[in-house]
């Protein structure tokens, strides 16, 4: 993993003051509100319904135990004794006292961690793929090009009032785990025929009110000249990206406008100009030096199998459902990745109590080399532990109510904070969430079912990433109450899609019965091995639509 | 007079120039408009001497479309030999327009003469203004010198090059 | 900032988050900023209601809190209580956690 050096410190540190002096220009009223709001949401403080909310960055989803544990401290001292895991790989915490902000910073930095540019139109945390440097046949660890990316946008000074927000997000794998078709810019390492690591890179993906797939800009782009690539990028849009309206200035919108051909020309001949200057090609002794960091950790040479492994899954059925259903292969023979859902039946998607995160850090430490993973389906990851410790660790997981055997299943479930919690919100993310997986609490089913990804959002900034769930389901207000509409067949994989909307939306009470009535559709129409999605693709729209609206 | 603060290259300056409307007469030191420019431009250079233009983010007659992209710094590539000064507008601290431009002039038109920011210009944008190549800065009257130079020093590196001095600690490290 | 009050409710208070630590909070009669719904002002008819948010937002409010707005009250039996789910919510605290926010103290 990444550690600061002196200058990383030193920059946090600088940063902190500079914001502890912004609070207090705010307080004394040196700084209107107007004037004050841009410069806490680029340090992570938003105002929700009952309290701020600050969210704290978590680059490329990657937490030493120290971390973590640092998380559990902040919850129980300066919030409510829990956090939120979010889509972008972040935390949240619901109720900070502003005054307070700059000591929980300070708090932060101690372990190299901060909220710098977690929110407004600036370029947020990069997100990448959980699994990195675990999973086998990985072309490159993503996290070595997400950290150069996040030093060169820490701070940068010419894209830190764009027209709105920018999210990277990085995928070294063919499977993509990050959605990164979904975001303003994606990136995925590839090789070319002689050997050399690059990037492909799609620009213009995002969620919203106008939801758009990322185009491919450029199919391969050097090693050593991404930065001067994704600069050009982003100077074409800070250009001519539109100011005029909050809800066409996203980089999708550019794209679309614009034409995919123009913005490919335009960004070439800016990319030609910044490449020519040579400023931005990252020197080969700092991408070594970055690299190192991410070199795989001391893995000790073992057997592919373990008869402790096996004897404890015959021996104990929840703990073999939980390997069948949350545990993946690592690319190291004798360790396994194991996924800890934060989806427990009737639980808060995303949430972790400070004794929990506690649990995690302990377990990282004694059973992941150090390491803890978030994932953008709000879930964490133990990403290298050996077969023989897998029931151990299980056996605390479940102690401590994270062993839910649900990853990728229907009650495992993105949800975005909602209108319980969130400013702007039309309709409650949550409660829905809690219904939906008690009314397919029952496991055997939920594993009948197969892969199912619902995606939950609130309102249409879709930050419950709706469009992109298999089934995805969007509240609407109409006259203070709230309705919810479905729509089918979105994905966020490489196979990314956006969903259909099946008609009129439903009210509170009928919706269950309506996401139930969806699954039941696919259930009577799928073939052997068919999971929804496929269905879905095979069948279209109509034969749900009939079930849901006769 | 005028009701600003002018710092060129981090110390108090007199203000020698003015900004002119595009139907009024020229003085000795004029800021005119990207249209006045063009549409006059032979008389300009005829006439020889000082001369300043002020680079729009709004675009309010949308020459350049419904979308209101401001005005395309590109478009003084052809005049930049006559011009000492120009002036990139912020209409308001939000509109991060400016910060390209100044950088597209420094660095890939390679404009040396007096770049300044005009407008909503606040505390908490001189650092990054600076480091995209700006050099004089119309602040609030009431804004001090010491002040100017706080807000300067608050970050102590950067990671990445821009218009400025530093080199980023990316390029900067093991040197 | 969103306006919460419906078209011709009658019945409207003001509200606003605190600025040190984003409390919700209402405008009461005596013209102070309090915690509780059960004390806001509540007023009759729109040109009482402007009246009411002139009062709340004097030139310092931006001292003590942010973005003031108003919005729809029922009168239901004796008492008051907002319109929308939103100030519902705002009012008690998350549905989710009935151990968090106001509705944990009452």
Known sequence: MYRYDEFDHKLVADRVDQFRGQVERRVSGALTEDQFKPLRLMNGVYLQLHAYMLRVAIPY?????????????????????????????NIQYNWPALDQI?????????????????????????????????????????????????????????FTYLPRKFKIAVTGHVNDRAAIKLHDIGIVVKQNDAGEVGYEVHVGGGQGRTPFVAKKMNAFV???????????????????????????ARIKILVHETGEDEMRRLVEAEFAKIDASQMLTVPQEEIDRISAYFAPPAFETLPADSDGFTKAQTA??????????????????????????LKPIGGVPGDATDAQMDVIADLAEHYSLDEVRVTHEQNLVLPHVQLDDLKTVYDVLAANQLATANLGLISDQIACPGLDYCNLANARSIPLAQEISERFADLDRQY????????ISGCINACGHHHVGHIGILGV??????????????????????????????????????????????????????????????????????RLYD | MTDYHLVIDGATTPETWSYIDDDAPLNDAPIISLGRLKDQADALRARGGKLGVVLQADDPDKTRGKTSMGEDVHELAPYLDMLSLVSIAFPIYRNGRGYSAAR????????????????????????????????????????????????????????????DQQRGALWARGK | MAQHAAKGARFQAVTANRLSDGEVVYWAADNRWVEGFSEAEIADGADAAEALLARAMPADFEAYV?????????????????????????AAGPTVRLDLGKQAGA
């Open chain 3, 66 to 90: 942010l973005e003031p707005y108003l919005f729809e009250v029922l009168e239901d039996a004796s008492f008051y209580k907002p319109a929308s789910v939103r100030e519902t919510i705002r």
């Open chain 2, 104 to 163: 597209v002039l420094r660095q890939e038109l390679n404009f040396t003469g007096e770049l300044r920011a005009s407008g909503d210009v606040l505390y908490d944008q001189w650092a990054m203004m600076n480091r995209c190549g700006i050099n004089a800065f119309e602040l609030a009257g009431d804004v001090s010198l010491e002040t100017f130079k706080t807000a300067l020093g608050e970050l102590s590196g950067a990671y990445q090059p821009a218009a």
């Open chain 1, 316 to 341: 104990d059925a929840d703990f073999a459902r939980f390997v069948r259903a949350n545990v993946v292969a690592h690319k190291q023979a004798g360790y396994a990745i194991v996924n800890i859902s």
């Open chain 1, 448 to 455: 009948d079912i197969g892969e199912l990804k619902i995606k």
């Open chain 1, 477 to 546: 207000d109409k006259k203070g109450t709230e309705f919810y509409q479905i729509s089918l067949g979105g994905a966020a994989d490489e196979n990314a899609a956006i969903g259909q909307i099946t008609g009129r939306a439903f009210t509170e009470e009928d919706i269950v019965d309506a996401i139930e009535t969806v699954v039941t559709t696919y259930t009577d129409l799928r073939t052997d091995g068919e999971r929804f999605i496929d269905t879905y693709n095979r069948v279209g729209m109509e034969p749900f639509k009939e």
């Open chain 1, 61 to 89: 989803g990657t937490l030493r135990s120290e971390q973590m544990r640092m998380l559990a401290h902040i919850a129980r001292k300066y919030d409510r004794g829990y956090g939120h895991f979010t889509t972008r790989q």
């Open chain 1, 222 to 248: 050097p090693k050593a000249k991404l930065l001067a690539y994704l600069e050009a990028v982003m100077r074409v849009y800070n250009m001519l990206g539109r100011r005029d309206n909050s809800y066409k």
């Open chain 1, 102 to 158: 700059p000591d929980l910073l300070d708090e932060l930095a101690s372990v190299e961690m901060h909220a710098i540019q977690t929110s407004g139109n600036c370029i947020r945390n990069v997100t990448s793929d959980q699994y990195a440097g675990a999973i086998n046949d990985e072309i490159e660890d993503p996290r070595i090009i997400s950290e150069i990316i996040r030093q060169w946008s820490t701070f940068h000074p010419e």
